[in-house]
């Protein structure tokens, strides 16, 4: 068929795949959702904000990756390597450290939204959670990044934040130890963080969002106020 | 969502281009592409390998001419990214470490006094970097110098 040529070759791509996996649907009715005329408003972004500097963060974060050595010998030299000699190094740095602070703004500005609106209340009950624990995950890659430079302020924060952990009554000492690595901030306390903060947190941050995300779709946006 | 005809779909490819459509192509190609570029350049010279090993390396480095450099004078000169001070005494080339050992401040040489001042704390050194007065527990580490020909070189950054 000469028609075949004709069309745009998107759409010959696509319906290439409808042919062999016959997604279209289910695929549309899912992303297409309209958007109802009361939620097209700046305050309704504010969670696909966070989406963003989240999805920023993991590139960021994967770039300096490449360069750090989380030891307590190199972690401080590779971050003046990274500032001084690789090209951009600064800007990706820079892009990482900003969106981590706006991320967790936009976290809570996002919150906000969403009791000032109601959207917490029956039946979101349980997005709302799964909320609260992103918006506590994004804490702690806030709190186990912090440490990461080795410099004095890191080590000192880290210090000052862990020894909370201690105060809890009875395991306190035990947690405090768990999380540290020992009962100081050492080099184990280090590759502890630098593992939760590469490996455990976006994948469990992955899943929340993933539930949130489809939480959201399944029951839509609340109503206008 | 209703698809377009496969009759409505002919007609708009042989439509042709009209001049509001050409602009409106132009115009978002150039945004696409801008962005594309300005996304993509600094990633990409992020993960082209980097000019110099960096502060690890102790390679010898030349800062200075020694007309740059007349008898009594010093100044502060980047050393694999390092902070140190070079001075001309009478008996040669002397390089140390400008960082200060108390808080880390640059320190500078006073010409006048023939001494080696850091302005945070009124912190004196001798030119073998040894403490005169104030606070500084250790003395500043000294680099090696050398002279060829005009050229002054200094080599090392220790740790």
């Known amino acids: 068929m000469e028609n075949t040529a004709q069309r745009r070759w998107t759409t010959r791509v696509g319906d290439w795949f409808e042919e062999r996996f016959n997604v279209r649907r289910p695929l549309e009715a899912f992303l297409k959702k309209p958007v109802p005329k009361h939620a097209i408003r700046w305050y309704f972004c504010l969670g696909g904000l966070t989406f963003t500097l989240f999805i920023i963060q993991g590139i960021t974060g994967i770039l300096l990756s490449l360069y750090y050595k989380p030891t307590p010998e190199d972690a401080y030299d590779s971050i003046l390597f990274i500032m001084n000699n690789v090209r951009f190094g600064w800007l990706i740095r820079g892009i990482h450290s900003w969106s981590a602070t706006l991320m967790i703004a936009m976290c809570l500005a996002h919150m906000l939204r969403v009791y000032i609106t109601g959207a917490y209340k029956r039946p979101r009950e349980l997005n709302w959670v799964a909320g609260v624990v992103l918006l506590l995950l994004t804490l702690a890659f806030g709190f186990t990044g912090y440490l990461l430079p080795w410099d004095q302020k890191a080590l000192w924060g880290s210090t000052v934040g862990s020894e909370i952990l201690g105060v809890v009554p009875l395991v306190g000492e035990a947690l405090l130890g768990l999380?540290?690595?020992?009962?100081?901030?050492?080099?184990?306390?280090?590759?502890?963080?630098?593992?939760?903060?590469?490996?455990?947190?976006?994948?469990?941050?992955?899943?929340?969002?993933?539930a949130h995300f489809i939480i959201i779709r399944r029951q839509g946006i609340s109503g206008p106020l | 969502?209703?698809?377009?005809?496969?009759?409505?779909?002919?007609?708009?490819?042989?439509?042709?281009?009209?001049?509001?459509?050409?602009?409106?192509?132009?115009?978002?190609?150039?945004?696409?592409?801008?962005?594309?570029?300005?996304?993509?350049?600094?990633?990409?010279?992020?993960?082209?390998?980097?000019?110099?090993?960096?502060?690890?390396?102790?390679?010898?480095?030349?800062?200075?001419?020694?007309?740059?450099?007349?008898?009594?004078?010093?100044?502060?000169?980047?050393?694999?990214?390092?902070?140190?001070?070079?001075?001309?005494?009478?008996?040669?080339?002397?390089?140390?470490?400008?960082?200060?050992?108390?808080?880390?401040?640059?320190?500078?040489?006073?010409?006048?006094?023939?001494?080696?001042?850091?302005?945070?704390?009124?912190?004196?050194?001798?030119?073998?970097?040894?403490?005169?007065?104030?606070?500084p527990p250790e003395p500043l580490p000294a680099y090696r110098v050398q002279v060829e020909g005009d050229q002054v070189y200094v080599e090392g950054a220790e740790s």
């Not at chain 2, 502060?55 to 008898?71: C, F, K, Y």
């Not at chain 2, 023939?114 to 004196?124: D, L, N, Q, T, W």
């Open chain 1, 179 to 210: 999380l540290r690595g020992g009962p100081d901030i050492t080099g184990l306390t280090m590759t502890r963080f630098y593992g939760i903060h590469m490996l455990v947190l976006p994948v469990l941050t992955f899943i929340f969002l993933g």
């Open chain 2, 1 to 135: 969502m209703s698809e377009p005809t496969e009759e409505g779909r002919e007609r708009t490819l042989d439509r042709p281009v009209t001049r509001r459509g050409l602009l409106k192509y132009v115009l978002l190609g150039f945004s696409a592409a801008a962005t594309a570029a300005g996304t993509l350049t600094p990633v990409v010279a992020y993960l082209w390998p980097p000019r110099r090993e960096g502060s690890q390396s102790g390679e010898r480095v030349a800062i200075a001419s020694t007309g740059d450099l007349p008898v009594g004078t010093g100044q502060v000169f980047s050393v694999n990214n390092k902070p140190v001070l070079v001075v001309h005494a009478e008996e040669g080339f002397k390089a140390l470490s400008a960082v200060c050992t108390h808080l880390g401040c640059i320190v500078a040489w006073n010409e006048q006094r023939s001494v080696i001042a850091c302005p945070c704390h009124e912190a004196f050194f001798n030119l073998n970097g040894a403490v005169i007065s104030g606070p």
